[in-house]
């Protein structure tokens, strides 16, 4: 059977390298391919194989029809920096992930614009001047839930899937990898109005994803998407205005300041601060770093005890991983793609495929996941979240 070559256009071929920061002897490497392949590939002395065209498309984190357009496009809006470190660079790994995720939401947009969905409402309906309390009021109703029912789960896990529930089903796609360092980002939001994407950096704890999910939904409803590393911690010169909003509205949205002081007043030990926090993070189900951030705030403790809460529960974090790594073993492939592309995501990716509105390879292309698979894919996502 002959070979299929892929009719790519070799300048785009060679803006999506340079885009991904890629040298020619990275990507031969990496393609298992001759330098001087590459080459031609970029001079229209030679096509690559569909095969092979495609393996490059996911190596530089571009959509595979991308190599097909007559020039090169426009690349997407770079994502607003909001970390608290600037100056470390993000890894060309990171922003393969990141350009893929923005291409899922623009695609996906697209798709539901066409579809006759409606706007979300929520989207850019408040401002950093608003209201802290209106704003965490807004998302709760939104969302539909309340601190009661948010205590009620008594697991910083079972909380954290009640998050994700209650955001996917407003249309809200959120992403899950452990792929990313914590210390490079812990998420990043990509906003639009039908389809907003949140990533969570699996890395963290599930109290600290509880917290940088909420934070990101402040940016959305404030319409202002970017890479984040949201902190707690906010008494630091180079924390951005809208970090800091963010960070007050989502303590506004987790805490239940009487209740917390009630707590400290009746259940504190001076010679073990750090139990405190962690024995009320569990009643609250939030975390020990955001108890003592409230208790620095209100006067109650140093930021000295600040930070020994904070490294404490980083190390308890660090020991749990271990321990499920132990007992859980390797997460499935299925599994793995349905977190990495959202359920609510991969629910309509397959249900188009399904319904005939898209094909088989766009579908594969769209999940990076193969379409004899799909089985699997739809046995690892929760339809009852979009149905109940």
Known sequence: MPREYAQITPSVVRWA??????????????????????????????????????????????????????????????????????????????????????????????????????????????????????????????????LSEHIATRSHQKALSLWINKTERCGINVLRDSSIKSDEFRGFVIINDYSPFVFLNSNDSYASRIFTLVHELVHIWINQQGIVDPLVFNRVSNASDVEKYCNRVAQAVLIDKIELLKLWDSTKDITSIVKTCQDISNAMVISPEMIARFLMDSKRISRADYQAVREAGIELWKKHKEKQRESEGIVSPSLMAALKNGYLFSHIVLNAYQTGLISGRDASSLLNYKVNNFGKLFDNIPMRSFHE
């Open 17 to 146: 390298r340079e885009r991904a920061k890629l040298t020619i002897d990275q990507v031969a490497d990496k393609l298992g391919r001759p330098p001087t392949d590459i080459l031609k590939w970029e001079n229209g002395e030679a096509l690559p194989t569909l095969a092979q065209a495609r393996n490059a498309a996911k190596l530089y984190g571009r959509a595979f029809a991308v190599f097909y357009l007559p020039t090169p496009p426009d690349d997407f809006e770079p994502l607003r920096d909001f970390r608290m470190n600037q100056e470390s660079e993000i890894s060309t790994k990171s922003l393969s992930f990141i350009r893929h995720a923005q291409w899922k939401a623009e695609w996906l947009a697209d798709f539901l614009e066409s579809d006759g969905s409606t706007k979300l409402n929520f989207v850019g309906s408040y401002s950093v001047n608003s209201p802290v309390e209106d704003v965490a009021s807004s998302i709760m109703d939104t969302l539909g839930i309340s």
